[in-house]
């Protein structure tokens, strides 16, 4: 169980704090707008502070001395970056913070904070691909543009009797992209080059750039 000061009680930190609190953690919130902390208090059984996360006296309110991570999930990156700032001070020893603008993340990473660049463009991107790109599942994209998603096997798949490592000599899984682990008959295990594709396997693939709709359907069959 973690001790958990969340800065923010807007649409990123309610889902947060549904996932901590059902997770068993020990979560405080900081939040700035009275209504919302309100109704944040009255929803859950937590800590709720309405108050300024940008002054280090509200931060050591919330409990920093005995804090195991801060995630700040404002949508003003001049706040979070104070917040940051204050919690590395304050020696949090994991600070996490959203990062709206991708131009700010170099000041957050220079602060040692873990981040997540603009979360809007990551959620619109997974919109798009799943409107256009059906076969893709379970996409996510990475800070640095890398991507993971899911794909089911079918039949007509070229990997259908291969290995992996048949896979890649032969360059059907092209060398940016790699196949971590694979679903079968409801069991998960990871993917060795021994490892033999079979149809209604469900993939769970990485890729450094964006996998072409060529390859998609070549994998995907």
Do not use: W
């Not at 958990?4 to 953690?25: D, R």
């Not at 309100?38 to 929803?43: A, D, G, V």
């Amino acid at each position: 169980m973690m001790y958990m000061i969340i800065v923010g009680a807007g649409s990123i930190g309610l889902s947060l704090i549904e996932i901590a609190t059902k997770e068993k953690n020990n979560v405080v919130v900081v939040e700035s707008n009275p209504e919302r902390a309100r109704e944040i208090s009255n929803k859950f059984d937590i800590t709720v502070l309405n108050g300024n996360a940008t002054l280090a006296e509200t931060l050591r309110e919330a409990g920093s001395e005995r804090a195991d991570a801060l995630i700040a999930t404002t949508s003003d990156d001049a706040v979070n970056l104070m917040v940051v700032s204050i919690a590395e001070q304050l020696k949090i020893p994991s600070i996490v913070s959203i990062v709206n603008g991708k131009e700010h993340a170099e000041f957050f990473n220079r602060l040692g904070a873990n981040v997540m660049e603009n979360p809007e463009e990551v959620v619109a991107n997974h919109l798009y691909t799943a409107v256009k790109r059906p076969k893709v599942k379970d996409f996510t994209i990475l800070s640095q543009g890398d991507q993971v998603f899911r794909i089911a096997v079918k039949t007509e798949s070229t990997l259908v009797g291969k290995s992996f490592a048949e896979c890649v000599s032969r360059d059907i899984v092209p060398g940016s992209m790699t196949v971590i682990a694979v679903e079968r008959e409801g069991k998960r295990e990871i993917v060795t080059p021994q490892t033999i594709f079979a149809p209604n396997d469900l993939l769970t693939l990485f890729s450094l750039e964006r996998a072409s709709d060529e390859i998609i359907d070549k994998l995907t069959g």
